[in-house]
């Protein structure tokens, strides 16, 4: 046994000009908002439907079918507290408001929608809400087990009960892998996490890790760079970039700044920043303080065969008065300053 009521509330009005006159043939934009408990009640819903008056200034529509901009009408708890309706109207000339009414029986038949109707296992027992009935009689066959949420990844279009087993695209879950973390229920709805990378092992790019900020956060956790270079200039000679940090974890706002400043092609941040291997093209142009730590961390120890000699950075520098770009020196282990078109190397970094 199973009844659904339409997730929407008929309108119909006759609309008016300002001088009473009916508003026939006219396009107008209606606001319908649902309150909370008074006329003047918090804004549960709300949405916005374009119309047009017939001959009559008669206009039809439905309410629960129009551009939300507030809220979700599936979401609206009809049976919590009173539910008032407020109309505006826009003929052009902003909103002009018609009214709030409390709304009666007939909406909250909607709430009808969400009271559990099921059988027991055996069959004998039908129960609607929290009233049982027995019912002697009813097949157990007609029970079929399954993830009944429509939501869910894993739907059953056949199952009539639903067994727990439901899962919601990008809820979070556990893959029992150690090595795993931020596991979630993924497009394929497998349950899966992000592999855990050590400092100094190979990123899933290609290139080699050398930050761990040890969370996810703003879409990352680990920094690679990857082994090879691109050569240009740094960009923007005589212009100062206002923006562009030193720190850990910057190099890609830094890119992003000097590519809307400097748009001159053959940039090293622009050819960082178009860099692609192995099907990964999300590189910068990396930060002084990120140059730093692949020195300190990857190129003295021999590790990934990160180019030497001089590379560009991210970084800005002020020298009396005058701008230049940080430039690091690999073989030192040291940061410079140098004339933002000198033609120099540079090494391309990702997050992930």
């Not at 892998?177 to 931020?182: E, F, G, K, R």
Request: glycine share 10%.
């Amino acid at each position: 046994m199973f009844s659904q009521s339409p997730s929407a509330i008929p309108y119909q009005a006759v609309m008016r000009n300002a001088d009473g006159s009916v508003a026939n043939s006219t396009s107008m934009t209606i606001r319908f908002c649902i309150r909370e408990n008074t006329a003047s009640g918090t804004i549960s819903y709300q949405e916005l439907q374009s119309v047009t008056s017939n001959a009559q200034g008669m206009v039809n529509c439905n309410i629960g079918e129009g551009n939300a901009t507030i809220g979700n009408f599936s979401n609206v708890q009809w049976a919590n507290g009173a539910k008032y309706l407020q109309v505006d109207i826009n003929m052009g000339n902003g909103y002009i408001f018609l009214g709030t009414e409390k709304l009666n029986s007939v909406p909250y038949a909607l709430f009808a929608q969400s009271v559990p109707v099921s059988t027991s296992v055996i069959g004998d027992t039908l129960t609607i809400g929290k009233n049982d009935i027995i019912i002697p009689g009813i097949s157990a066959a007609n029970h079929i087990l399954g993830c009944t949420n429509l939501q869910a990844c894993n739907y059953n279009s056949n199952a009539t009960d639903d067994d727990g087993s439901c899962h919601i695209t990008g809820a979070a879950c556990n893959d029992n892998n150690a090595n795993t973390t931020n596991d979630v229920y993924n497009a394929q709805c497998v349950c899966a996490g992000t592999t855990s990378y050590a400092v100094g092992s190979q990123g899933p790019a290609g290139g080699y890790v050398f930050y761990d900020k040890g969370s996810y956060s703003n879409g990352w956790r680990y920094l690679e760079v990857y082994p090879t270079t691109v050569f240009g200039t740094w960009g923007c000679q005589g212009t100062s970039i206002t923006g562009t940090l030193a720190t850990v974890g910057t190099g890609e706002n830094n890119t992003a700044i000097i590519l809307a400043a400097c748009t001159t092609a053959g940039t090293v941040a622009k050819l960082c920043d178009n860099f692609s291997v192995n099907g990964f093209d999300d590189w910068f142009l990396p930060s002084s303080g990120e140059m730093d730590l692949i020195h300190d961390v990857l190129f003295v120890n021999n590790i990934g065969g990160i180019p030497d000699a001089f590379h560009w950075t991210s970084t800005q520098a002020t020298s009396n008065g005058a701008t230049y770009a940080i430039l690091y020196d690999n073989d030192f282990g040291t940061s410079d300053i140098q004339a933002k078109n000198v033609t120099l190397t540079a090494i391309p970094v990702r997050g992930f």
